[in-house]
């Protein structure tokens, strides 16, 4: 009798055990993160917002492109909210449906413990993006957005580039910073320095085009920068390797060339 029951014990404790781990194993089923992505890799332009403030809506167009490759992003525009540059860049992810945008740096400079969760919805022409509760200082707003596709090609120069050294003409301009991103056969860029003292901040946007021999065109399509938009610009490009672009161009006749490393 007593062996019985000491079989009888081992057995509802092997039985507890399994359903412990059958627990466990839909828990962990249950937990798992769906992280595929609802959008294509690309670049994208702003057809317009609708911008919610304390019940009263504003509607808004304006030139703006927003470029994702790679689980990274790129936006850079003129903001009428705030009167100057607004440019950003980060990593994204998609959760479970949800595009959860994480800013690594701005036009102002790094960014650290912010993120957006944003909902987006593929239409025929590009996607709608809605976000709520976006600070601009003591403000808030909310915003959905008409998103236009421009291109889901890619290349092999697609990715996220922060500059990491440049030629003397460049660098002497105090604190000079950049980012670039480049895909969907577009390319962006915000960039940061110190001119007498004045802190200057700039974006430019625009396609990105490579021929069959490997001459590269970008042709500017908006910028702060005086001059810059509406021209194209011949640029070298080569990979040193897969975290390092080397990128030369003529500037008032003197040859530029800066190193970024990939982020």
Same mark, same amino acid.
């Given at each position: 009798?007593?062996l019985?029951?000491?079989? %009888?014990? #081992?057995?509802?404790a092997?039985l507890?055990? #399994?359903?412990?781990?059958?627990?466990?194993?839909?828990?962990s089923?249950?937990? +798992?993160?769906?992280?595929t992505? *609802?959008?294509?890799?690309?670049?994208?332009?702003?057809?317009?917002? @609708?911008v919610?403030?304390?019940?009263?809506?504003?509607?808004?167009q304006?030139?703006?492109i927003?470029i994702?490759?790679?689980? /990274?992003?790129?936006?850079?525009?003129?903001?009428?909210?705030?009167?100057?540059?607004?440019?950003?860049t980060?990593?994204?992810?998609?959760?479970?449906?949800?595009?959860?945008?994480?800013?690594?740096?701005?036009? @102002?400079?790094?960014i650290?413990?912010?993120?957006? &969760?944003l $909902?987006?919805?593929?239409t &025929?022409?590009?996607?709608t993006?809605?976000?709520?509760?976006?600070k601009?200082?003591?403000?808030?707003?909310?915003?959905?957005?008409?998103?236009r596709t421009?291109?889901? +090609?890619?290349?092999e120069? @697609?990715g %996220?580039?922060?500059?990491?050294?440049?030629?003397?003409?460049?660098?002497? /301009?105090?604190?000079?910073? =950049?980012?670039?991103?480049?895909?969907?056969? *577009?390319?962006a860029?915000?960039? /940061?320095?110190s001119n007498?003292? =004045?802190?200057?901040?700039?974006?430019?946007f625009?396609?990105?085009?490579?021929?069959?021999?490997?001459?590269? $065109?970008?042709?500017?399509?908006?910028?702060?920068?005086?001059?810059?938009?509406?021209?194209?610009y011949?640029? &070298? %490009?080569?990979?040193? @390797?897969?975290?390092? %672009?080397?990128?030369?161009?003529?500037?008032?006749?003197?040859?530029?060339?800066?190193?970024?490393?990939r982020?």
């Amino acid at each position: 009798m007593k062996l019985k029951s000491g079989l %009888l014990i #081992c057995a509802l404790a092997v039985l507890a055990a #399994c359903s412990v781990e059958e627990r466990a194993s839909q828990q962990s089923s249950v937990a +798992e993160v769906d992280s595929t992505p *609802h959008l294509a890799d690309g670049a994208y332009a702003l057809v317009s917002v @609708d911008v919610t403030e304390k019940d009263q809506v504003s509607s808004y167009q304006r030139d703006q492109i927003k470029i994702y490759t790679q689980n /990274r992003f790129m936006f850079a525009f003129y903001n009428e909210l705030t009167a100057r540059v607004d440019a950003g860049t980060g990593y994204a992810e998609w959760v479970n449906g949800v595009l959860v945008e994480t800013p690594i740096a701005n036009q @102002d400079g790094s960014i650290e413990d912010l993120s957006f &969760d944003l $909902t987006i919805i593929p239409t &025929d022409t590009g996607f709608t993006q809605s976000l709520s509760g976006m600070k601009y200082g003591e403000r808030s707003v909310d915003m959905v957005e008409q998103w236009r596709t421009l291109s889901t +090609e890619s290349g092999e120069f @697609d990715g %996220l580039w922060k500059l990491e050294s440049s030629s003397p003409e460049i660098a002497s /301009r105090g604190g000079f910073f =950049e980012m670039k991103m480049i895909g969907g056969g *577009h390319y962006a860029f915000f960039q /940061r320095f110190s001119n007498e003292g =004045e802190l200057v901040k700039h974006f430019g946007f625009g396609s990105f085009q490579v021929n069959e021999s490997g001459e590269i $065109t970008e042709s500017a399509m908006t910028s702060s920068i005086e001059g810059y938009a509406g021209r194209e610009y011949q640029v &070298d %490009l080569k990979l040193v @390797d897969s975290n390092h %672009l080397v990128q030369s161009f003529e500037l008032n006749g003197v040859v530029i060339t800066q190193t970024y490393v990939r982020i």
